[in-house]
């Protein structure tokens, strides 16, 4: 909190961040609820999952260029500018005529380029807030403003439901547009300050290795950290099955409206996004602390357990059962994120510390897109109980690699002493 409050750079760079995020959620519940509406909603709903996991694949390129960037902060603002215009087109094309599966799959090639500039903006943004907040800081500073970030997204989620009642799926998209426009102001304004006080932020220390040569580096001084590789790999496989399950839970409730249902579809979405915020703001303020004698291993043991819970109350179709334990496994997962950020910015050189997030990310999400087309086409093409009939034994499989990767690391590190 102290580092939030103090450092004005880091307050205004987070709040960028925050209105960002804000708008992109209040657009993917409208785009969302607007899908859920077409005569075959599953299909609808599993081409925008696809299409939001893909980008994340792409981690490992955007690091990679973010790290041969020179001025960072001016590529950040302009990043956002291009996303103001990608969704005031698409705020453009719901006052046209277009047939809703046209608009709709207009939409998803739109959001597929923003998230991929997405990606690049946020390989941009790691190492300035190294710079910002300084490497012992990190866990601290990001651990409050994910809490604050948690906090904007829990709004959006409720004020996005109610906005859908009264403004036109058009408005949202413009509302969302504008937000861009604002982040990339406010990150303007924290690179022309510190351009007058003659402090450029990360704009001198540039990657000038080439990819190759770079991953290799990546790859040897994360290898350096004994147990680091092997928590991301069990990581990955938590990640797919979350990735899953975040796209399954829509068709779900699609297909059991009596229910999977509080109220009506766009708030049911809206509490399930309140609940995954709640839990990753509790577990951003008091994980560490709770979990501070833990390694990250069993932390995310116990995350896949949680999981393997949330995806049987799924199957149940009851939405009063998914949430707690959802809600459980936000904390534990955003308190294992936490851990593994922390230890990954004080073993990294800078230089080539974007990439190596990139790599890492890439790592963990590589499973997302993979798990996400299989089990949503499964559901497209059979019923989505088969899915997630899929995805426990893939999570009981995790949870078993898990087990026999800690006792792997635990020799390791015996034999090391």
């Not at 694949?57 to 690091?63: C, M, P, S, T």
């Not at 036109?168 to 426009?181: G, V």
């Not at 102001?185 to 450029?200: C, F, I, Q, W």
């Not at 990360?202 to 991953?215: H, I, L, P, R, Y």
Request: charged share 10%.
């Amino acid at each position: 909190m102290d580092v939030f409050l103090k450092n004005k750079y880091y307050r205004r760079f987070s709040i960028a961040s925050f209105l960002s995020t804000a708008g992109d959620i209040l657009f993917y519940l409208a785009f969302l609820t607007y899908a859920s509406k077409l005569k075959n909603y599953s299909l609808a709903l599993s081409l925008i999952a696809i299409s939001e996991s893909i980008p994340r694949l792409l981690d490992i390129f955007g690091g990679y260029l973010a790290d041969k960037t020179r001025n960072k902060l001016k590529n950040i603002f302009w990043m956002a500018i291009i996303r103001f215009f990608l969704y005031g087109l698409v705020g453009f094309l719901f006052i046209t005529h277009i047939s809703q599966w046209n608009l709709v799959l207009i939409i998803i090639v739109i959001n597929f380029i923003s998230d991929i500039v997405g990606t690049y903006s946020a390989g941009l943004c790691a190492p300035i807030i190294v710079e910002l907040v300084d490497k012992e800081k990190f866990a601290e500073a990001e651990g409050f403003t994910n809490g604050l970030d948690e906090v904007f997204s829990t709004t959006a989620q409720f004020v996005g439901s109610g906005l859908l009642l009264f403004l036109s799926y058009s408005n949202l998209a413009f509302i969302n547009a504008f937000t861009f426009l604002a982040a990339g102001l406010l990150y303007l304004s924290v690179g022309l300050r510190h351009t007058k006080e003659n402090t450029p932020l990360a704009s001198t220390e540039v990657n000038d290795q080439n990819f190759f040569a770079t991953m290799k580096s990546s790859y040897i001084q994360i290898k350096k950290a004994s147990g680091l590789l092997s928590t991301v790999l069990v990581i990955a496989l938590l990640n797919g099955a979350l990735s899953a399950m975040g796209s399954l839970l829509p068709i779900i409730m699609a297909g059991h409206r009596s229910t999977m249902l509080i109220s009506n579809y766009s708030f049911t979405l809206a509490v399930i996004g309140v609940v995954i915020s709640v839990g990753s703001i509790l577990g951003s303020a008091f994980g560490p602390q709770l979990f501070k004698k833990q390694s990250v291993f069993i932390i995310v043991m116990i995350a896949i357990v949680l999981s393997i819970a949330t995806t049987i109350a799924a199957f149940l179709t009851n939405i009063y059962a998914i949430l707690p334990f959802y809600l459980l496994l936000a904390a534990i997962a955003s308190t294992a994120s936490l851990k593994m950020q922390q230890w990954l910015v004080t073993t990294i050189d800078q230089t080539i510390l974007a990439s190596s997030m990139g790599l890492l990310n890439t790592i963990i999400m590589a499973t997302a897109p993979a798990m996400t087309m299989f089990l949503t086409t499964i559901s497209g093409l059979t019923n989505v109980k088969y899915s997630l009939l899929v995805l426990l034994v893939i999570e009981c499989i995790s949870f078993i690699v898990s087990i026999k990767l800690n006792a792997k690391d635990k020799m390791n590190n015996v034999e090391i002493s």
